[in-house]
């Protein structure tokens, strides 16, 4: 089983990435998915998560507006749309497998939002 993340990066504030996290290994279509942050000296954060279907999804208030999460079950990808970044954007972005109980998680991808 794998999570791999990324499409992280140095960006500047008010700027825009796409984060991606290819899953193998598992029935990715059974699965919502679920996108954390963790900053340092912070705890972790959930961003984002999404159903198995794509049908229903949740945010953070931190992000809401700004984010949005997708997934393609045919190619077994979760995405996150950052736009509008800020500064206190700046954390590793992991995403993992499930909803509120989480079976699988990846290495995270560094996002570091900075002028």
């Known amino acids: 089983v794998q999570l791999v993340e990324s499409g992280g990066g140095l960006v500047q504030p008010g700027g825009s990435l796409r984060l991606s996290c290819a899953a193998s290994?598992?029935?990715?279509?059974?699965?919502?998915m679920t996108w954390y942050r963790q900053a340092p000296g912070k705890e972790r954060e959930l961003v984002a998560a999404?159903?198995?279907?794509?049908?229903?999804?949740n945010y953070a208030d931190s992000v809401k507006g700004r984010f949005t999460i997708s997934r393609d079950n045919a190619k077994d990808t979760v995405y996150l749309q950052m736009n509008s970044l800020k500064p206190e954007d700046t954390a590793v972005y992991v995403c993992?497998?499930?909803?509120?109980?989480?079976?699988?998680w990846g290495q995270g991808t560094q996002v570091i939002v900075s002028s």
């Open positions: 993992a497998s499930g909803w509120s109980r989480y079976d699988y």
């Open positions: 290994g598992f029935t990715f279509s059974s699965y919502a």
């Open positions: 999404i159903s198995s279907t794509g049908g229903r999804t």
